[in-house]
């Protein structure tokens, strides 16, 4: 997958919406997944969203209706877009990406061999 570098976190009010990239510089597969994790201060890293490259979207149930992975194909690039943000949204997001992830442990961050450095969502009150 190569290098990930996501972009777009900051600080946002509650109720607002945000939207964060991930463009990889990786080779692309058709079996490629791309998605998202994050990590708050003091909890697990937990997971989000993700997107094969040949279709399929995945979504845990806690953002299932408020965010969606976006993907713009000829950029390398997915999105997060985050709607209707509570101050719980306030963590490091973290872009992930691998060859091929079975769907059955899409969910799981050691499936996922690389990592972007994270980018920090604050949600303010």
């Known amino acids: 997958q190569g290098q990930l570098v996501e972009s777009g976190g900051g600080l946002v009010q509650a109720g607002c919406s945000l939207r964060l990239s991930c463009t990889t510089s990786g080779r692309i597969f058709a079996s490629s997944v791309m998605g998202w994790f994050r990590q708050a201060p003091g909890r697990e890293r937990s997971f989000l969203a993700a997107i094969r490259w040949s279709g399929g979207t995945y979504y845990a149930d806690s953002v299932k209706g408020r965010f969606t992975i976006p993907i713009d194909k000829p950029k390398n690039t997915v999105y997060l877009q985050m709607n209707s943000t509570t101050p719980e949204d306030t963590a490091t997001y973290y872009c992930?990406?691998?060859?091929?992830?079975?769907?059955?442990?899409?969910?799981?961050?050691?499936?996922?061999?690389?990592w972007g450095r994270g980018t920090q969502v604050t949600v303010s009150s």
């Open positions: 992930v990406g691998d060859r091929a992830v079975h769907p059955a442990t899409i969910q799981h961050p050691r499936e996922y061999h690389f």
